[in-house]
């Protein structure tokens, strides 16, 4: 009876770490190594919202770090100074992008 019971254990430990190394695997895929373009293109529009120079602003440079939580973005505005964005999915896996800025 015991044997029974570590058997089926083990094989619920089995499904449960196969299923957890494939969320791992699709978390990794979606947030860090997909094209972010959409994001970028978001983060660029708030940075030169944020800066009050919409499509005058001049970029000087631009900066980012991309992880699994949230990707942060510097840009570096003309006689502006920098403006960083955090843009932060909904939930960890899916979801649109939600972005903040604000000048440093």
Same mark, same amino acid.
């Given at each position: 009876?015991?044997?029974?019971?570590?058997?089926?254990?083990?094989?619920?430990?089995?499904?449960?770490?196969?299923?957890?190394?494939?969320?791992?695997?699709?978390?990794?895929?979606? =947030?860090?190594?997909?094209?972010?373009?959409?994001?970028?293109?978001?983060?660029?529009?708030?940075?030169?919202?944020?800066?009050?120079?919409?499509?005058?602003?001049?970029?000087?440079?631009?900066?980012? =770090?991309?992880?699994?939580?949230?990707?942060?973005?510097?840009?570096?505005?003309?006689?502006?100074?920098?403006?960083?964005?955090?843009?932060?999915?909904?939930?960890?896996?899916?979801?649109?992008?939600?972005?903040?800025?604000?000048?440093?």
């Amino acid at each position: 009876m015991l044997e029974g019971v570590k058997g089926r254990l083990g094989a619920v430990f089995r499904v449960f770490t196969i299923l957890l190394l494939i969320v791992s695997g699709w978390t990794a895929y979606a =947030n860090v190594f997909s094209d972010d373009t959409d994001v970028r293109a978001k983060a660029g529009e708030l940075a030169r919202k944020e800066a009050g120079c919409g499509d005058k602003c001049k970029q000087t440079s631009m900066r980012g =770090n991309r992880g699994m939580i949230e990707e942060s973005i510097e840009y570096e505005m003309d006689k502006v100074g920098t403006i960083a964005v955090t843009c932060r999915r909904a939930s960890i896996v899916f979801g649109d992008y939600a972005c903040e800025a604000h000048k440093r």
